[in-house]
């Protein structure tokens, strides 16, 4: 197709790599930032939220972004395909920035959703487009494939916030929205011009929707949007409306649909008895994905406002913003994940997959109980050091490498090749599940001391961890041999796709 560039691959790998890359970057500098501006008083130039409605929309937000992410990969299976799914969902998420970058509340509450559809569409058709250019004997090349863009993430993850972060705590916060964008805008312009290089893969839907199908699908998605603004029409005549409303209805669809779609998926009959009885059985695990995800997702709202309002920020003169604490967890997986890689292979025949399930939830756990001391320091109002902070992204970021991978191979285990993709968008929608339940669970700091509540949630999960990791021993949810021998009457348009998740499989 075209002479080699980009770490042994053809031009095709680096167009993506970078469009990966700048995607990535305007993602995590505009999550940097969202929580500051939005808890950010009117004065500040912010939304004037409290900090559990800060908390509480960006929970909601990320977890609308994971449910979008399975319309936006039906979209490029079935209508758009892959090429211009990765195009458009470019162009949206570009163009929420842009919208962020206006100074209103309108705009940005439009640019969040913006940025949302956009990430919904790009994602799932990102990784399925790199799947294209490999065929069932080459399974090691794009699973390495993967893993290179994960390491992209991590360092658009690390170096965003420092750049976006820097410009919108002291020029001012819509100037680091419009620094998102501006990223976004080159991954756009480099994924159109690299187009060439892709020959015919993702130009057109692999499974193209029929009429009827379409018909269907387009009256459910009108009556969806007829229903959702009559609502909001009756909340503002009744002058009773508010963004948190929006927040709350948001929320509620991370938590419902998960279960929606597991009762789906597993009372598919193409599955076989067998796929069946190992879904049921790695719900269990989904649960405590979940519920890792209910505090971890934390790191990018209460813990991001702690570090911008009680935690020692001066080095050598200089005020460091608090959203440069966000490089941190990146920076910890940098840093972990080869050591971590290194322990699975050579222990792997002694920790299963609940055992590292358990001990991710041990860690975040124990991050939120180190996050009571550093609370409780700061609870008259005073300042602490920062390595409370840089202890408690460790901790999270150990178990983040850990959770996962391992939910990825673990969702890739459970059935046959034709329903790994779905099987994996289980975990994309149980990690919005983590997030909708994290943007409820942040309204108890409204009740109880903050030092209580990140106690008790602490306690609540470290419990959780060792039970995953004592009694899901006994679960079977993952007989490989028998998957694969099983026969199936539907090969669909994830056959032999590892799914629409390569790296970071949280909402972070």
């Avoid at 756990?365 to 202890?391: E, N, P, Q, R």
């Amino acid at each position: 197709m075209s002479t080699k560039a980009t770490f042994g691959y053809p031009r095709w790998f680096a167009t993506i790599f970078l469009t990966d890359i700048w995607e990535r970057f305007s993602f995590y500098g505009m999550m940097a930032i969202l929580t500051l501006y939005a808890a950010a008083d009117r004065s500040e130039g912010g939304l004037g939220l409290s900090m559990t409605e800060a908390s509480a929309m960006y929970g909601s937000y990320i977890g609308l972004v994971f449910v979008l992410s399975l319309p936006g990969g039906w979209l490029g299976d079935r209508i758009l395909g892959a090429w211009r799914g990765v195009l458009w969902g470019g162009i949206l998420i570009a163009l929420g920035h842009y919208s962020m970058a206006i100074p209103s509340d309108a705009t940005s509450y439009l640019g969040l959703l913006l940025i949302a559809l956009g990430t919904g569409l790009l994602k799932p058709n990102m990784f399925a487009l790199i799947s294209g250019f490999f065929g069932t004997g080459e399974r090691a090349r794009r699973e390495a494939a993967f893993s290179i863009l994960y390491v992209s993430i991590q360092i658009s993850a690390l170096i965003a916030p420092l750049v976006v972060g820097l410009l919108g705590e002291t020029l001012g916060w819509h100037w680091g929205f419009a620094a998102a964008g501006v990223g976004m805008t080159f991954g756009v312009a480099q994924f159109a011009m690299g187009g060439r290089h892709f020959g015919e893969i993702g130009k057109v839907p692999p499974h193209p929707a029929g009429d009827r199908e379409r018909a269907k699908v387009l009256r459910w998605t009108v009556t969806i949007v007829l229903v959702l603004a009559a609502l909001i029409a009756l909340d503002v005549v009744a002058g009773t409306f508010t963004i948190m409303h929006l927040v709350a209805a948001f929320g509620l669809v991370a938590l419902t649909a998960p279960f929606v779609y597991f009762r789906v998926l597993s009372r598919n009959p193409a599955m076989g008895e067998g796929g069946k009885r190992r879904l049921r059985a790695f719900f269990w695990l989904l649960l405590s994905f979940s519920m890792f995800w209910m505090l971890a997702g934390q790191s990018g709202s209460m813990l991001n406002l702690f570090a911008k309002n009680s935690t020692e920020r001066d080095l050598f003169g200089f005020t460091l913003p608090g959203s440069w604490f966000q490089s941190v967890i990146p920076f910890f997986i940098l840093v972990s994940a080869p050591v971590f890689a290194w322990l699975w292979v050579r222990f792997d025949d002694r920790i299963g997959s609940p055992t590292k399930f358990g001990a991710a939830l041990l860690l975040v756990g124990t991050a939120f109980v180190v996050m009571y001391g550093a609370a409780a320091s700061a609870s008259d109002g005073g300042k602490v050091s920062a390595l409370w902070l840089l202890a408690v992204f460790f901790l999270v970021a150990c178990g983040e490498v850990i959770i996962g991978p391992v939910g990825i191979a673990a969702a890739a285990e459970v059935t046959s090749s034709a329903f790994i993709g779905r099987t994996i968008g289980l975990v994309w929608l149980f990690s919005a599940l983590g997030a909708g339940l994290g943007s409820q669970v942040v309204h108890l700091a409204d009740v109880i001391p903050d030092q209580f509540y990140y106690l008790s949630l602490g306690l609540l999960v470290v419990c959780v961890g060792l039970l995953v990791a004592g009694l899901g021993r006994g679960l079977r949810f993952s007989n490989a041999a028998e998957a694969q021998a099983e026969p199936t009457a539907e090969t669909g348009p994830v056959a032999d796709r590892t799914g629409p998740v390569a790296g970071k499989t949280g909402p972070a």
